[in-house]
């Protein structure tokens, strides 16, 4: 009998429900990966916005941790929001034992409001970065992180190229807050760079879409594919899925994206 392949979101709740650890279990259930959570932070969110922050201390993090890595067969990690430096630090800690590590650096949600409690950069570019095998920010996180403006596509390659630097296997600069409206990422992987695109939704809806492309990249990884075409999966799958709910009006802000089954 076939037993299920397992991976595992190390990221904060949305109470609701468009991105963070809930957007990480829909993408795994749609890619036929089990997924398990360990939460660093709860948030209370909406669609308009983050109101509050409760971070997970430290050492109940690592509790989960090892939880999870005593039990399951885990076959990818994705982390999303770790909240706090002292977080980072810790998963880098725990890396040697996480394999197929996705680090999707989220630093500001869809609504621009800041989701860490403390200066989380350093401990990203020095800690976790090294044991990446894929590392995805968006324009504003790259430019955040390389302490350099990312505008234009050429911003994103070379910021790419920058954070291929710190020892992140593949870097994916995500362009879906470029001002033309193009839905365009770079990736940058032993020092060559492609450019991986999928027709534009014009839509509100568009709170998620950074969570669901790192866990479609570390559900593809989990069963077997090879970095390149999990990222240019989970490209496809974000595209769909944005489309499934482009006509949605759920809540008053950025609405969440839908979803759909991926073979
Ligand atoms: N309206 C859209 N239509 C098509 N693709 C989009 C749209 N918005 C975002 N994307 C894609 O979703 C993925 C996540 O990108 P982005 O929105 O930049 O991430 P984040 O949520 O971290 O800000 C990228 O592949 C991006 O191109
Ligand atoms: C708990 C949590 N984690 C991550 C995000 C980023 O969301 P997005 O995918 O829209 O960038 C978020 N808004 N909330």
Redesign the pocket.
């Known amino acids: 009998m076939e037993q299920p392949v397992v991976a595992l979101t190390v990221?904060?709740?949305?109470s609701g429900g468009?991105?963070?650890?809930q957007?990480d279990l829909k993408a795994f259930a749609m890619c036929g990966v089990f997924g398990a959570s360990v939460f660093t932070?709860l948030?209370a969110?909406n669609t308009m916005g983050?109101k509050g922050i409760h971070a997970v201390p430290r050492d109940f993090v690592a509790a989960q941790l090892d939880a999870v890595l005593a039990d399951l067969p885990v076959g990818a990690v994705k982390t999303?929001?770790l909240a706090s430096a002292s977080t980072v630090e810790l998963v880098a800690e725990y890396a040697p034992r996480l394999p197929n590590l996705v680090v999707d650096p989220?630093l500001v949600?869809?609504?621009g409001d800041r989701?860490f409690t403390d200066s989380v950069e350093q401990a990203y570019l020095t800690a976790l970065f090294p044991h990446a095998a894929v590392i995805t920010p968006?324009m504003r996180e790259a430019s955040v992180l390389t302490g350099r403006e990312v505008s234009t596509v050429d911003d994103m390659r070379a910021a790419a190229e920058r954070l291929g630097e710190t020892g992140a296997k593949c870097v994916v600069v995500k362009g879906g807050h470029l001002s033309d409206s193009s839905a365009v990422d770079v990736v940058w992987r032993d020092g060559t760079v492609d450019l991986v695109e999928a027709p534009w939704v014009e839509t509100r809806n568009?709170?998620?879409?950074?969570?669901?492309f790192a866990a479609v990249t570390a559900a593809r990884l989990a069963r077997g594919a090879d970095p390149k075409s999990a990222i240019f999966g989970a490209k496809a799958y974000v595209h769909e899925a944005i489309r499934a709910s482009a006509d949605w009006r759920l809540g008053g802000g950025?609405g969440p994206l839908g979803w759909k089954p991926m073979p």
């Open positions: 990221a904060g709740s949305d468009g991105a963070g650890v957007a932070a948030t969110q983050v999303g929001m989220v949600a869809s609504s989701l968006n568009n709170h998620g879409t950074g969570c669901t950025h």
